[in-house]
């Protein structure tokens, strides 16, 4: 930045710099002290005014990164959401990982998917050449009883809240295959094993068939799913049973 731009700023920038670098000494002063600091101790460990020091604790501590108790200062709670922020980033990154092979191997396009605050919500999607992914062209959330996705989604659960679903979302038409009445789409989902895949032929997309697998730990609903064009349906039953094998050779935690 030359003078013109320190100008037009009035310095106020590398004053906030200098403010982030002096808060960012003093969490790393409060992260070596297991038993806690005082902020004098604070300061002199930082190198830090001790009026600088108290507005800046007061500041962290405000935000959650710091917490005060008995004179002392601690790590807070937000500096733990950071470091699960970076361990989402790395989950995110192998699960594409695992979905993308997962695709190669099958031919398919492939999703992933949970139930989570009573909806369905597809976290990722691996596509490839001549493995295209579905459109979402009605929503997924609302269009459950219709795509292989929800329906083994909807099979993970209890019979009341599968109830519970299809009073909010009633199921609709959305292809000459779509099963609409919803009794029908209770009996299917009560019918399907907790271990099986879930097939649907043409009842989300015209075109399209697919194919999910449930996957169950703990408190965490959960699917993997394929799609193939119509073309390639006669794959679709040994697709389905691959994708089921190399989903349950895989380390259940990765949907956590």
Known sequence: MDGTDRGRTGGREPTLIVSVQRALRLLEAVGGQ???????????QAGLPL??????LRTLTHEGYLQRLEGKFYVGES????????DRQAWQADLRTRIARLGEELGAAVYF???????VRVVDVVAGP??????EWADFRATAHAHAVGLCLLSQLGEQERRDHLARHPPEGLTPATVTDRAAVLRRLAAVGPTRPVLERQEYQPGTVCAAVPITVGAV???MALSLPLSQSARLP????????LVGAMTPSFVL
Request: hydrophobic share 40%; charged share 30%.
């Open 79 to 86: 500096v733990d959401g950071i470091g699960r922020a970076g």
């Open 34 to 44: 297991d038993r806690g600091a005082t902020a004098k101790q604070l300061a002199r």
């Open 130 to 135: 001549g493995r295209p992914a579905v459109a």
């Open 221 to 223: 609903v959960a699917t």
């Open 238 to 245: 040994a697709a389905a049973e691959r994708l089921r094998e």
């Open 113 to 119: 998917a949970v139930y989570r605050d009573g909806e």
């Open 51 to 56: 009026g600088t020091t108290y507005h800046l």
